[in-house]
């Protein structure tokens, strides 16, 4: 057993290591930007290390920056890491349904969209291991690039820093692209999202809808596409072994 935990954090890490380098680019431009906001190098840090969410803590630091109300704060980063609630929940159907409550915070913790999706690539039955060995790596990078964007400031060009989080697109095609090989139900499904997105950004630009956030435009493309996926494309269970894994065939 003690073996199987090894083998499934190293794995992790193995996995999350991309993760990690696409994480230090673009934390350490939100380092410079929190430097700007106010914030010394230690407070960026522990904000990267405790919430570990780009979108959330950029938002977060700019409304810093204007002086807002940590009533206004705490609401609007509801909002935009509401998505974390739907990733949690899909998580929560791959791990042992005896997994105790603690490693459920610790996996909780992690969740973000790159580490999602490579613990949803996991094809076995997901390990708290794994996930412990991804953010092993993924946690360190993003506070860390955190911490020198804040420390280094404006000592690289902001150019320089844009080109570099390319490597978090790069990330995600990574992730996307083996699944979607395997299955048209997948290719197809990862098409018509990324159309969706940019005809509900457009919809949401064009009429000038700002109550609709970019949040919730995730939030709501999430549940639609995947609810007509499930009535369209149901996964059928062929068995369920003595270890209580499932086989399915997506297609």
């Known amino acids: 057993m003690e073996q199987t935990r090894s083998r499934w954090f190293w794995r992790g890490m193995r996995d999350g290591l991309p993760i990690a380098v696409g994480y230090f680019a673009v934390a350490f431009a939100l ?14 840090a522990l904000m990267s290390f405790l919430n570990v969410t780009s979108a959330g803590e950029a938002a977060g630091i700019a409304l810093l920056g204007v002086g807002t109300t940590y009533v206004e704060l705490a609401f609007t980063q509801l909002i935009i890491n509401m998505r974390y609630l739907l990733m949690s929940c899909s998580l929560s159907q791959k791990i042992a349904p005896d997994t105790s409550l603690l490693h459920r915070f610790l996996i909780g913790y992690g969740v973000t969209d790159e580490i999602f999706g490579i613990s949803m690539a996991v094809e076995e039955k997901l390990f708290p291991a794994y996930s ?15 911490l020198l964007g804040a420390l280094l400031g404006s000592a690289l060009p902001l150019r320089a820093v844009s080109a570099l989080s390319v490597a978090l697109y790069a990330m995600f095609l990574a992730i996307i692209l083996p ?24 919809l949401v630009s064009h009429f000038s809808l700002t109550w609709f956030s970019e949040g919730f435009r995730i939030i709501f493309l999430t549940v639609a596409i995947a609810a007509v996926a499930a009535l369209l494309f149901p996964i059928k269970e ?3 072994g003595e270890t209580g894994e499932v086989s399915a065939d997506g297609e």
């Open 179 to 202: 699944p979607a090989r395997k299955s048209r139900v997948i290719a197809g499904l990862v098409g018509i999202a990324m159309l969706a997105s940019a005809g509900l950004t457009f």
């Open 238 to 240: 062929k068995a369920v």
């Open 132 to 146: 412990y060995g991804a953010i092993a790596v993924a946690v360190p990078g993003w506070t860390l690039g955190t």
């Open 31 to 44: 380092g410079i930007n929190a430097s700007k906001a106010g914030l010394n190098a230690f407070q960026a």
